[in-house]
């Protein structure tokens, strides 16, 4: 436990397994993604890949950058994304006392063949509904967001994602959240 993580900070080694495991299962129980959180996943994740051999399983793994990707190509990080551009669509149009956060973030990153189709047509309604309003401007701003990260996901929707993949996932949303909330520059 503490030993070993500490043994990793010092040294450069990598971070315990259950770190990752510990920070994707408080994830899943209280859905909070935090910048500690996000970063921890990120580092597991990150020093995993320069410790790993050149293998096959790690030649197509890329590291997981400080901020937004947005030429990402990682199906995990790309639904991260994803995820978090439906959940804005549907804070524009209502307050609710579940959201989807509250219903699927936990599924979504486990088993995203599952769950994204019913997220697909929550984001349908809720983008339309958004447009008619006077929040139109941010509906497309929205599509445009999804569209993007929709057109880098090559494959089809994963079963499943593995520990790995979910913490990549974690990162993505929390990095398109980022961007949310980040004010623009002015001209």
Known sequence: GG??????????????????????????????????????????????????????????????????????VNTAYLLGRLFSLYEEAEAGVAKRNATIRDRYFGAASATPARVYPILMRGYGHNISKLGKGERAGQAVNIEKGVTAVIGHLTDELPRTLTLEDQGRFVVGYYHQQQKRFTKKPAD
Request: one cysteine or more.
């Open 3 to 72: 030993g070993r993580l500490r043994h990793a900070v010092v040294t450069g080694a990598r971070y315990p397994r259950t770190l990752l495991t510990a920070i994707i299962g408080r994830i899943r129980a209280d859905k909070v993604v935090i910048a500690p959180r996000a970063a921890m996943c990120k580092a597991v994740i990150n020093r995993d890949l320069r410790w790993s051999e050149k293998s096959e399983d790690v030649k197509n793994k890329e590291e997981i950058p400080v901020s937004l990707d947005e030429t990402s």
